[in-house]
């Protein structure tokens, strides 16, 4: 399988189609989990937790997935999570709260791809299986998501996500010096 671009589900992979620049697929985050947890079926996509209680309420933060059997989270923080301080404070107050009821918590910015060393990196999985090519951009001058777009915070954001992932930051910046 040629692993591509991510999405967050394989159906809006498939909406959004072939990436014609470097004639990569969009792949689904689910594809990629099975490919790294092979043997966890109970991931659960876009569906409140109904056992976190908040003040007394019932909290309805809905993670992008998650796996019960892993006690972990998987979120996707596409475009907006980089461009709106609200929605990046929430982020982190929910990051904050799966954590204390003891899950662990994986945000995917939409600029790192699943290559085997961001696998490894985040999920502390070795995938023998080639995933995403290490050596393809993962942002460009060309699309609307550089830090130019981006709010401050979200910039800072970005820079730190980077700083984790320093292979795939040289490969972006060798990739848009002919801007």
Same mark, same amino acid.
């Given at each position: 399988? $040629? *692993?591509?671009?991510?999405?967050?589900? #394989?159906?809006?992979?498939?909406?959004?189609?072939?990436?014609?620049?470097?004639?990569?697929?969009?792949?689904?985050?689910?594809?990629? /989990?099975?490919? $790294?947890?092979? #043997?966890?079926?109970?991931?659960?996509?876009?569906?409140? $937790?109904? !056992?976190?209680?908040?003040?007394?309420?019932?909290?309805? @933060?809905?993670?992008? *997935?998650?796996?019960?059997? /892993?006690?972990?989270?998987?979120?996707?923080?596409?475009?907006?999570? %980089?461009?709106?301080?609200?929605? $990046?404070?929430?982020?982190?107050?929910? !990051?904050? /709260?799966?954590?204390? @009821?003891? *899950?662990?918590?994986?945000?995917?910015? %939409?600029?790192?791809?699943? !290559?085997?060393? !961001?696998?490894?990196?985040?999920?502390?999985?070795?995938?023998?299986?080639?995933? @995403?090519?290490?050596?393809?951009?993962?942002?460009?001058?060309?699309?609307? =998501?550089?830090?130019?777009?981006? =709010?401050?915070?979200?910039?800072?954001?970005?820079?730190?996500?980077?700083?984790? *992932?320093?292979?795939?930051?040289?490969?972006?910046?060798?990739?848009?010096?002919?801007?």
């Amino acid at each position: 399988m $040629i *692993y591509g671009f991510h999405r967050e589900t #394989e159906e809006m992979a498939q909406k959004v189609g072939i990436d014609k620049t470097f004639n990569l697929p969009r792949t689904g985050i689910e594809t990629y /989990l099975k490919a $790294i947890f092979p #043997e966890t079926n109970d991931w659960i996509h876009d569906k409140a $937790i109904d !056992t976190i209680i908040v003040n007394g309420k019932v909290c309805r @933060f809905r993670p992008d *997935y998650r796996s019960e059997s /892993l006690k972990l989270i998987v979120e996707i923080d596409e475009i907006p999570h %980089y461009q709106n301080p609200i929605v $990046i404070l929430k982020d982190k107050e929910k !990051t904050k /709260l799966y954590e204390e @009821f003891g *899950y662990k918590v994986v945000r995917i910015p %939409y600029f790192i791809q699943l !290559t085997n060393s !961001t696998v490894k990196e985040m999920f502390g999985v070795d995938v023998e299986e080639q995933l @995403f090519p290490e050596n393809v951009p993962s942002i460009s001058y060309k699309d609307f =998501c550089t830090p130019a777009f981006l =709010c401050d915070a979200g910039v800072k954001r970005m820079a730190e996500e980077f700083m984790k *992932y320093p292979e795939q930051l040289e490969i972006n910046i060798i990739n848009n010096l002919n801007f």
